[in-house]
């Protein structure tokens, strides 16, 4: 079970607490590729499968060379995936070597990683992924859509190592803020520039590559995924 980010005063395995709410749940360590309610309807794409040994498995992503879309994809889209307010994304993942440089797309539900020359009705839905920097390192972003624009922010660069389990965590709070966590510690807080609701996604949920044909797969094993909505900051 994913760490609860200690600011939100959460209890593992929780569902509403304190005005929060989870939205979805991933816990590939059950065998299962659809949320843990079967709610969220989920298929492979290309290599991915589940793997492991049995109570331990996890979603096995990038792990062949070979430039195909990966990960796993929703079979319709769910507006429920698009959070109508505050939002924590936490993913519990581990790398293994490289297979490329590109970013590695944990979720994405809006397909375009650059806010230029992208149609107004494809600015909707958010990205969550990491880019690698040029001494290896990594640094966690994440794309928003407002429908009438698309804004993305930047937390600071962070160390991962191979084969060790880590938890990332993405945080916005439905107005501008947006935070950054590594096994429960703040990367960064930033500000998104348009802030408000996100704009409904029209693509469905990818969890370990990007929706579309550029490739972005994980290199490595996602174990678990949760979306929770969480209450409104006070004014």
């Known amino acids: 079970m994913i760490k609860q980010i200690a600011l939100a005063g959460m209890l593992l395995g929780g569902g509403m607490v304190f005005g929060q709410e989870v939205i979805a749940h991933w816990d590939f360590s059950k065998g299962k590729i659809d949320s843990a309610d079967g709610k969220f ?32 994809i929703a079979v319709k889209k ?14 519990k993942a581990r790398l293994r070597e490289p297979t490329g440089t590109k970013p590695f797309v944990l979720w994405d539900t809006h397909y375009h990683l650059n806010p230029k020359n992208i149609e107004p009705n494809k600015k909707k839905g958010f990205t969550f992924y990491l880019v690698r920097s040029k001494d290896g390192r990594l640094r966690p972003q994440a794309a928003f859509g407002f429908a009438d624009s698309l804004d993305v922010v930047y937390g600071n660069l962070i160390d991962l190592a191979e084969d060790k389990d880590f938890t990332l965590a993405l945080e916005y709070d439905g ?29 469905p949920l990818v969890i ?8 972005n797969r994980f290199d490595g094993q996602i174990l678990e995924v949760k979306l929770t909505a969480l209450p409104a900051p006070a004014k």
């Open 41 to 72: 309807k989920m298929r492979c794409r290309g290599n991915t499968r589940i793997a492991g040994p049995e109570g331990k498995q996890f979603l096995e992503v990038g792990i062949t060379r070979k430039d195909k879309p990966e990960g796993i």
């Open 78 to 91: 769910y507006p429920e995936l698009t959070p109508k307010g505050a939002f924590r994304l936490e993913i």
């Open 175 to 203: 107005d501008k803020k947006v935070c950054f966590f590594l096994d429960g510690k703040l990367i960064r807080a930033a500000k998104v520039k348009r802030g408000g609701p996100l704009a409904e996604a029209i693509y």
């Open 208 to 215: 370990g590559d990007r929706y579309g044909s550029s490739y």
